[in-house]
């Protein structure tokens, strides 16, 4: 049956990929992922050799409507992203909804991604929560953050290893540096690691020890 499969993937250990996910990537006509060599890796370890085709940021625009046409004409396709699940701060978005548009079939495997451990060892309540993603970088920065000071549920953010101090300052003037966070990085790989405590005593910890991976920030919401 020609649908959309949405196939989240490792975002560290290998050993994260499930049974079902590996199945539809060697059933499905094509695949895409937003880096070809990154993923190529990936399909090799699990000896997947279905056709890839590059589908990212920049392209996607450009893209979707050819690749909505093949699934019409009776193709099946899976999405991955370079780690966790397509969509989620990742390029998945626009080729979804150009799908459900079409009346084309989309779903979505259960799977890997980056949030939901950070948000369980934060130790926050997670009964509500709100996920953010990246911040806005210069426009609209500042207006997000006000609004963010007032928010009473946990918080989630991603971050890159080098915007992370600058990030975290922001945090403290806006929130206040007695605020507590939990930074998870690295998650699922050897070195794996979460720094809970005061925006102001993480902000010492990782000026001292300039963090390194893929960052994940847990906010407590305003009491």
């Known amino acids: 049956m020609s649908k959309l499969y949405l ?17 539809v990537l ?10 070809t060599r990154n993923s190529g890796k990936l399909l090799k370890h699990f000896g997947i050799s279905t056709q890839m085709h590059s589908h990212h ?8 409507k050819g690749v909505v046409q093949r699934i019409q004409n009776g193709e099946s396709c899976a999405l991955i992203s370079d780690a966790g699940t397509p969509a989620i701060s990742d390029p998945g978005f626009l080729l979804t909804r ?8 989309v779903e979505c495997l259960p799977g890997a991604t980056a949030f939901v451990p950070a948000l369980v060892n934060s130790g926050f309540p997670n009964d509500r929560f709100i996920f953010e993603g990246f911040l806005p970088i210069k426009k609209g920065r500042q207006t997000r953050l006000l609004q963010l000071a007032e928010e009473t549920r946990t ?3 991603y971050e890159s290893p080098h ?9 403290s003037e806006y929130f206040g540096e007695d605020r507590t966070v939990s930074i998870s990085r690295e998650l699922t790989k050897l070195f794996e690691e979460t720094k809970r405590g005061a925006i ?3 902000l010492s910890y990782y000026t001292n020890k ?3 991976g893929e960052i994940v920030i847990v906010v407590a919401g305003k009491k």
């Open 163 to 171: 915007k992370l101090l600058k990030t975290l300052s922001h945090f």
């Open 57 to 64: 940021m920049h392209n996607e625009h450009k893209s979707v």
């Open 210 to 212: 300039p963090p390194k």
């Open 200 to 202: 102001s005593e993480v």
């Open 98 to 105: 150009s799908c459900i548009e079409n009346n084309i079939a």
């Open 7 to 23: 196939v989240p993937t490792p975002i560290g250990n290998l050993e994260d990929m499930t049974f079902r996910a590996i199945a």
């Open 26 to 35: 060697k059933d499905v006509d094509f695949i895409l992922a937003e880096d």
């Open 155 to 157: 918080m989630i953010f």
